[in-house]
Structure formats: structure tokens, C-alpha cells
């Protein structure tokens, strides 16, 4: 699958979403532990896992779970961010 320009530079032009997309290639997470992690406010935690799950680069793991929900990396998204980690070296 090839991977368009639009996607590679939405993540690259953001240091935060570049965070975050990389600390769930590591293993799912929950917004509570992103927020923990990256030391962003809840908002902004919550704002950005909202543009990447628009983007289909994540999904949620249990949509039903009005409190706690559970992200996941998907095979776009790792190439994607694999695809900006290599440009950015």
C-alpha cells in the first residue's frame, strides 16, 4: 500500500502527534497513560488520538467504553510513522 504525502507530512509537522503514534507502536494505550506519558493536557491528548483515529492511523480497542478506551496502532500507521522516523534521520 503506498502511502501518501498529505499523511506523512500531517505527522511530520507535529511533534506531539509523532509522540504519540510512536508510543502506541510500542503497545496499546489508554488516553490517561498517553496524557501521563507525553505530558500533554487531557484536551490535547484527547484532540490528537481524535485526527489519528480520523485518519485511520489508530483505532480504539473498545469504542463502547464511554471511560476508559484502550488505542491501538494499525499497520498504516506504523508505516507511516516508520516512513517519517526514516525522513527525519
Known sequence: MKI????ISFIARS???KEILSKLQERSMSQPEL???SGMYKTHTSRILSELLKKK???CRNPDDR???FYKITSLGIKVIEEVQRISE
Open 35 to 37: 496524557k501521563k506519558l
Open 15 to 17: 511533534k506531539r502527534r
Open 57 to 59: 492511523l489508530i483505532i
Open 67 to 69: 471511560v476508559f478506551k
Open 4 to 7: 501518501g504525502p498529505n499523511i
